[in-house]
Nanobody, 115 residues
Framework: QVQLVESGGGLVQPGGSLRLSCVYS????????MGWYRQAPGKQRELVAR???????VYADSVKGRFTISRDNAKNTVVLQMNSLEPEDTAVYYC?????????WGQGTQVTVSS
């Protein structure tokens, strides 16, 4: 079974930065896409950023220019660098791995942006 573990969430002031990490493990022969999603209370889960094996990236309009997704295959890690954080970024952030149309999810890490 594929397992994903997120870390790096916490409380930060507006304008600050956080770095989220996702370490994945299990028997994985190939990965179609990895990404970060977030879900705020009362709202649907939404895509934040995703990256393919060829390093193509997609970002939500709300985070373009502020967030950067990257991967380190040797360390089985995907990172989301978040800069210029806003209160609207407050949510639980989930790491996602997709292989052959099957989604695997981490437990989530809380990000709170508040003064």
């Amino acid at each position: 079974q594929v397992q994903l573990v997120e870390s790096g969430g916490g409380l930060v002031q507006p304008g600050g930065s956080l770095r989220l990490s996702c370490v994945y493990s299990g028997i994985i022969f190939s990965i179609d896409v990895m990404g970060w999603y977030r879900q705020a209370p009362g709202k649907q889960r939404e895509l934040v950023a995703r990256i393919t094996s060829g390093d193509s990236t997609v970002y939500a309009d709300s985070v373009k220019g502020r967030f950067t997704i990257s991967r380190d295959n040797a360390k089985n890690t995907v990172v989301l660098q978040m800069n210029s954080l806003e209160p609207e970024d407050t949510a639980v952030y989930y790491c996602n791995l997709r292989r052959r149309s099957i989604d695997y999810w981490g437990q989530g890490t809380q990000v709170t942006v508040s003064s």
